[in-house]
């Protein structure tokens, strides 16, 4: 058990650029989450999959950002046309089916807007 | 929607003394409660997490308890140790089982002084 890998770890980029992140969950796990995480905040709920349906979207995902899970296995997440607002630690977690499944974290994908 | 207040938000204490975190949530039906640490620069790392069909749970150090009359859960580490030393957030999952998104509280910054 690798637990859940993510990458780049670090990401800058300038404004209006668009950028691309990967999450490779823990192998056996259906559910698959995105979290952004600001300094000095809790991580904020994005978006999560069960196998390859994404099954919900936060209100702050705006139409810049998409994510998908083609296979049920990994995951990217989109943003296009970044602004400075978007600069964060993006957090990807998986957890197996069931009830009361714990979440676990990768170690993150950090992005700097200039 | 479910919202989770976390006090405090820094907690400094001596080596060898116990800490206490406490979070309020806002939705009757969460029934999952995680705790995480986060150290500077590191994944959050689930530490202990309680459902709703106990009231205390114990593992080693930690212990974590939940009144779900009040809606409020608590952490408590006890002989603490410098290694203790990180950012502590609690959280409850949006819709009852552990397996959906997570509300995470704002945090709080506990300092072990040896």
């Known amino acids: 058990d690798t637990g859940v890998s993510q990458d780049p770890r670090h990401k800058i980029t300038k404004r209006g650029q668009n950028v691309t992140f990967r999450c490779d969950p823990i192998s056996e796990h259906n559910r698959l989450y995105w979290y952004r995480q600001t300094l000095g905040q809790g991580p904020e709920f994005l978006t999560y999959?069960?196998?390859?349906?994404?099954?919900?979207k936060s209100r702050l995902l705006s139409d810049r950002f998409s994510a998908e899970r083609p296979k049920g296995s990994f995951s990217t997440l989109e943003i296009q046309r970044t602004e400075q607002g978007d600069s964060a630690m993006y957090l990807c977690?998986?957890?197996?089916?069931?009830?009361?499944?714990?979440?676990?974290f990768g170690d993150g994908t950090r992005l700097s807007i200039l | 929607g479910e919202n989770v207040e976390q006090h405090p938000s820094t907690l400094s204490v001596q080596e060898g003394d116990s800490a206490v975190i406490k979070c309020t949530y806002s939705d009757s039906a969460s029934n999952y409660f995680p705790w995480y640490k986060q150290e500077l620069g590191k994944r959050p790392q689930l530490i202990i997490d309680?459902?709703?069909?106990?009231g205390e749970k114990k593992d080693q150090r930690i212990a974590v308890t939940l009144n779900k009359t009040a809606k409020h859960f608590s952490l408590h580490i006890t002989e603490t140790q410098p290694e203790d030393s990180a950012v502590y957030f609690c959280a409850a999952s949006i819709r009852g089982s552990g397996n959906t998104p997570l509300v995470f509280g704002k945090g709080t910054r506990l300092s072990v002084i040896a």
């Open positions: 977690a998986s957890s197996s089916d069931g009830t009361r499944q714990p979440q676990h």
């Open positions: 999959f069960q196998n390859e349906a994404q099954l919900e």
């Open positions: 309680i459902r709703s069909n106990v």
